[in-house]
């Protein structure tokens, strides 16, 4: 119940292509979902997140896509750059909770943007 | 940079060895979490501190201690670990309970 799964598990750009990142869940009591971007060596940081009251939001070249019937939303990385290479997770969790934020991880996906 | 700060960024420690993991932050968050990451995984939850208090363990082995003496430091004791617990250990921040997390950098731990 508490599952993210995430696609693909590597995923291999040309530079200035798009980059796509799909993840589905089972708990709809899920209502937020943030993705997270790490750089070998170091932490995760947060990229963009969602809340399933809106289908899409767009910071710059990143875009993420929520189909709440479908428990389904991806990441989209516009024009993609050597740079963006890096481990992308998925995650979900649920607001108001008083204990701390409980993120369940999808299993991360190794995009490689080739020059 | 991060505003999340851990120290050491490298541990080696033997398996009689104690050694402690610490971690600041200066954003005024009230929460703070440790996580530990093994290699090709995602991030997993071991404790959440909300305002100073132990608020989830995540069934944890007691040879991991965590420790919150204020507000801006959370430290994690260390104490008869297992090889198997190699890996990078994870602290993380937020505004309060649910707000989005702040990772530190981490401290690549081994243990021989």
């Known amino acids: 119940q508490q599952q993210v799964k995430q696609s693909p598990q590597s995923l291999i750009v040309q530079k200035g292509g798009i980059s796509i990142i799909n993840c589905a869940y089972e708990?709809?009591?899920?209502?937020?979902f943030p993705w997270y971007q790490q750089f070998p060596g170091k932490g995760p940081a947060l990229l963009i997140a969602?809340?399933?009251?809106?289908s899409e939001k767009k910071e710059g070249r990143f875009t993420i896509s929520f189909n709440k019937s479908a428990k389904q939303f991806s990441l989209h990385i516009m024009d993609s750059q050597p740079g963006d290479s890096a481990t992308y997770f998925c995650?979900?969790?649920?607001?108001?909770?008083?204990?701390?934020?409980?993120?369940?991880f999808g299993e991360g996906t190794q995009l490689t943007v080739n020059p | 940079d991060t505003e999340v700060t851990q120290t050491p960024k490298h541990l080696v420690m033997g398996m009689t060895n104690k050694k402690s993991l610490k971690c600041e932050q200066h954003?005024?968050?009230?929460?703070m979490y440790w996580y530990k990451q093994k290699a090709k995984k995602p991030p997993e939850l071991m404790f959440v501190?909300?305002?100073?208090?132990?608020?989830i363990n995540e069934s944890v082995p007691s040879r991991f201690s965590p420790e919150c003496p204020n507000s801006s430091l959370l430290n994690l004791h260390l104490h008869a670990l297992q090889p198997e617990d190699s890996a990078l250990y994870l602290c993380?921040?937020?505004?309060?309970?649910?707000?989005?997390?702040?990772f530190g950098n981490g401290t690549r731990l081994t243990v021989t």
């Open positions: 993380a921040s937020s505004w309060k309970a649910d707000s989005p997390l702040h």
């Open positions: 708990n709809t009591a899920f209502d937020y």
């Open positions: 969602i809340r399933p009251d809106v």
């Open positions: 995650a979900a969790s649920i607001e108001g909770e008083t204990s701390g934020s409980r993120l369940t």
């Open positions: 954003m005024g968050h009230r929460a």
């Open positions: 501190y909300s305002y100073e208090k132990l608020s």
